[in-house]
Each structure stands twice: as C-alpha cells, then as structure tokens.
C-alpha cells in the first residue's frame, strides 16, 4: 500500500509531475493560470468523466495501478 502524502508533499510533487511531463515554464504558465481563474472541480470532473462508464473508469484506475507499480 501506498504511504500517505503529507499537504505539504502533495504540491510539489504534483509540480515535479507536471515539470516532467511539461517542462518548467509551460509548468509555471499553467500554475499560474490556474490561480488566477476560477475553478469548479465538481464541473471539471463531471466533463472529464462523464463519457466513461463505471466499468471503463474502473478499468482505467486498475491500469493505472498497475503501471505505477510496474
């Protein structure tokens, strides 16, 4: 299992994630974005999973289980 995260890891290793896949200034122009605007994740998660059903959502959590631990 997993180890929890403490609030203050979760920030920068969620900045590391994005600079890995992004680099550092396309990370810093989408952190900064993202605090100027107004955010509402309920939409947000609602518009980015409303076209999977529960049994593709599922499907998509176990492989990313799996990756992870690969």
Known sequence: ???RRS????PKQAANALADKLG???T???LARVSREPFDYQRWRKDYFSHLSIDELLDN???HKVEKHS
């Open 28 to 30: 810093l122009r989408f």
């Open 24 to 26: 550092r200034v396309e």
């Open 61 to 63: 959590v176990q492989k």
């Open 1 to 3: 299992m997993a180890r």
């Open 7 to 10: 609030n203050q890891q979760i």
